[in-house]
Structures are given as structure tokens and as C-alpha cells.
């Protein structure tokens, strides 16, 4: 039986497989029903494992062990298999949430915050910086960022940029609008993010930047991602972003972008113009 290994590889990811694993399952899938030698030999896996390995398969619900000597193994029906992982993903993401849940008001979490409180301290401002790679894990720390927002949050984005922001960001920024938190957007407004912006526009203030090409988050005047490189060109994966937290320059920042703000376009006036 040949296998190819990226395939090996996607079946490992998709059902959380080991090496092993995933090449008895497949050894056993092309021959419907064997032993555990026939599928120690076809799927290169050593003997003194492929017990472990069917026994930890049988568990999971991806083969069936039939009566009778030799012991023989049978292969459940792939679209069966996936019922079953999806099935068992769900009940332990369940499960997983439920504790996390209860950490909230436990003695754990109270210690962990102790020991953050303590070990904060001692950081120097310069250290309260990071780089973030990927545009997933943007944003999350994006996410985390706003939900502290005490006064302000201000974003500078691109036409596609604001549509990313709203889908991921909208649930966390209407709580804090409703806290009275300001919410403010520079971003070139075109006909594709029109509907989105106007939208948006019920718990921010919009306006049209047109002029400066730039991707940015300031929260507070204390804290600030900054993206380093041009969303057009670079995927998503490889996205990059510079945290800092730093009143000093963040504050600076915010000067110069309520400078640049008094000159952009309303939304208003953008959409008399497209319209």
C-alpha cells in the first residue's frame, strides 16, 4: 500500500491521529478486514505496536474488533468515523469550556491574577511590547486590547481592513459603545465596504481616509498595534503587527490623528457623493 505523506499528514490534523495511527487506520481501510500482523507489515508499524495502535483506534471508534482466532479487525465506514470525531470533539470542547468556566470564581484564577499583580510590576515599559505574527492571533490580542477600553478606541484601516474588523470586533464594540466608550474610524470608504461602514456607523464615528495608507488600533492613548505590512500584498498567515504599551508615544499618535481627523470627509458627505 502506498500512502503519500501529506495525505498521512491532513488525516493526522483533521482526526488527531499519531503517525502510527493514521497508518494502520489507512493499511486497515484498504484491505476492509485484517490482523494485526498483515497490518503491521502493510503499514510499516512495528508489531510490538500495532495492538496499542488498534486497540487506541477501537477506542475511538475508527475500526471494530471481530470474534474468533486469529483476532481480525474491521473498518468502520469513513463517513461513519467522521460522525464519531466530530461527535467526540464536541464533548470534550464541552467539557474543556465547562472547567474553564469554573475558574472564573475559583481559587486558581486568584492565584494566577496574584501572580501576574506581582510579577507586573517589575517589567519595565520597555517590555511591554510584542511582536504578533499571523492575522488570526492579531485579532485575538486586537480583541483582548478593546475590551479594556475605558474612553477611546481609535482604528485606521484599509477598504478591506474594515470589513475584516467589523466581522471580528462588532459583538466586543457595541458593548463598550454602550458603555459610552468613543469609537472612531478612519478608513477609505468605497462602494465594496459601503453597506458594512454604515452599519459600523451606528455605534462609531466614520470618515473617509483617502490620503494616508496605514493600519492601526489605538486604544486609550496607552495602548497600540500597529500592522507593518500592506494587507494587498501579504497573506494572511504571514501578517505581522507591533504591540506596544506606552502612554508617551501612543498619546503623540493620537495627537497627530485628531489633527489629520478635522480634515477627513463625513461619512455623509461620501455617501451624497457615491449615491
Known amino acids: 500500500m502506498i500512502v503519500k505523506d501529506d495525505f498521512l499528514s491532513k488525516l493526522r490534523q483533521y482526526f488527531g491521529l499519531n503517525l502510527y495511527e493514521v497508518r494502520i487506520w489507512t493499511a486497515l481501510l484498504s484491505r476492509g478486514v485484517s ?33 474468533g482466532k486469529p483476532i481480525k479487525y474491521l473498518a468502520v465506514e469513513p463517513q461513519e468515523v467522521v460522525h464519531r470525531v466530530k461527535k467526540l ?48 492571533n492579531l485579532y485575538t490580542h486586537l480583541e483582548t486590547m478593546i475590551k ?18 467589523i466581522e471580528a470586533l462588532k459583538p466586543e464594540l457595541e458593548k463598550l459603545a454602550k458603555k459610552g466608550v468613543s469609537i472612531r474610524i478612519a478608513v477609505p470608504i468605497t462602494k465594496e465596504n459601503l453597506n458594512a461602514v454604515q452599519e459600523i ?4 464615528e466614520i470618515r473617509n481616509n483617502d490620503g494616508i ?6 486604544v486609550d492613548a496607552k495602548e497600540l498595534m500597529f500592522m507593518a505590512l500592506d494587507d494587498e500584498e501579504v497573506h494572511p498567515s504571514y501578517d505581522l503587527g507591533i504591540w506596544v ?7 503623540a499618535l493620537e495627537t497627530m490623528f485628531n489633527s489629520t481627523w478635522k480634515d477627513m470627509e463625513t461619512l455623509n458627505k461620501v455617501v451624497a457623493r457615491i449615491k
Open 35 to 67: 490482523t494485526a500482523g498483515e497490518l503491521s507489515d502493510i503499514g510499516n508499524v512495528p508489531r510490538s505496536r500495532s495492538y496499542d495502535v488498534l486497540e487506541s483506534l477501537e477506542k475511538k471508534g475508527f475500526v471494530v474488533m471481530k470474534l
Open 89 to 136: 470533539v464536541k464533548q470534550e470542547s464541552e467539557i474543556k469550556v465547562k472547567k474553564l468556566e469554573e475558574l472564573r470564581d475559583g481559587d486558581v484564577l486568584n492565584e494566577l491574577n496574584l501572580l501576574f499583580k506581582q510579577g507586573i510590576e517589575f517589567v519595565e515599559a520597555t517590555d511591554l511590547s510584542g511582536a504578533i505574527r499571523g492575522r488570526h
Open 148 to 165: 479594556n477600553a475605558k474612553k477611546s478606541i481609535t482604528f485606521m484601516t484599509t477598504s478591506k481592513g474594515v470589513i475584516r474588523k
Open 201 to 204: 456607523s451606528k455605534i462609531a
Open 213 to 218: 495608507k496605514a493600519r492601526f488600533v489605538l
Open 245 to 251: 504599551n506606552t502612554p508617551y508615544f501612543t498619546t
